[in-house]
Nanobody
Framework: QVQLVESGGGLVQPGGSPRLSCAASTIGSIFSLSEVGWYRQAPGNERELVAVVFYGGSINYADSVKGRFTISRDNTKNTVYLQMNSLQPEDTAVYYC?????????????WGQGTQVTVSS
């Protein structure tokens, strides 16, 4: 079982630049071999991918956040970050951290509890 603890959300003014963090309670070798990402869900919408960083280091971003958000991982701390810049009201959502991959015991896919980000003046 992997637990993901997110932090860094809250009320942010338009144009703000908060950073989300997600710490995983797993052994380092599992984290470093995993795909880790951020998803978000706004009221009335389905959960959508924001950004993901793969085991090899390649990264994908949703078109809506390209150039504004940056995902990064620190395998020494089992932590993934999401630096969000130039926030807009439409970025308001619950942001979820995700870790997935395959281990000797089989595939795994875990979600954090979510952190609310509200962009409003």
């Amino acid at each position: 079982q992997v637990q993901l603890v997110e932090s860094g959300g809250g009320l942010v003014q338009p144009g703000g630049s908060p950073r989300l963090s997600c710490a995983a309670s797993t052994i380092g070798s599992i984290f470093s071999l995993s795909e880790v990402g951020w998803y978000r869900q706004a009221p009335g919408n389905e959960r959508e991918l924001v950004a993901v960083v793969f085991y090899g280091g390649s990264i994908n971003y949703a078109d809506s956040v390209k150039g504004r958000f940056t995902i990064s991982r620190d395998n020494t701390k089992n932590t993934v970050y999401l630096q969000m810049n130039s926030l807009q009201p439409e970025d308001t959502a619950v942001y979820y951290c995700n870790i997935r991959g395959k281990w000797i015991t089989g595939p795994y896919d875990y979600w954090g509890q979510g952190t609310q980000v509200t962009v409003s003046s």
